[in-house]
């Protein structure tokens, strides 16, 4: 799992605004990585419909042609339950049985499986114990109010340690698993 957050822990502001992340050409090079490490892109409805709206753009193209390319290539799953279909290029949907579907797409040969945004589903996946490597990354802002990441996990959640980075822009990087 991959997801921005405020040093205040949203994933968010209160209307789903984000356009406080903080991205530049060292954002755009690791975000590039990422793509490369994995066969496929896991989204739930919301960030599924933020992503097909913009990277098959001529402005997505414009701004990181590289990045463009890769998402608009890559295997793409969509959980949701009130999506009837999905259009974007390569992408299929999971209406029901997300335990199952997930539980066995990890079991599939090959690279990792991302999921990129999503908070809602990332909460679901939390609570259902399947992900195996959450990379946070800490934006150098405060917003006060918003949507928090792990808003639906209602228990505690113990984490392991595995790395950190530190951005040129002051964005951190910290890279965990299940304790």
Known sequence: MFNLVTLDGLFAGTSGEIDWHNVDDEFHEFARAQLDSADGLLFGRVTYQLMASYWPTPDAAAQAPAIATRMNSISKIVVSRILASVDWSNSRLIKQDIQQEISNLKRQPGKDLLLLGSADLAS???????????RIMVN???????QPLFKNVN?????KLLSTRVFHSGNVLLCYELA
Do not use: S
């Open 124 to 134: 679901t996946l939390t609570k259902l114990r399947l992900i195996d490597e959450y």
């Open 140 to 146: 150098p802002v405060v917003l006060g109010k918003g």
């Open 155 to 159: 228990q505690k959640v113990a984490f």
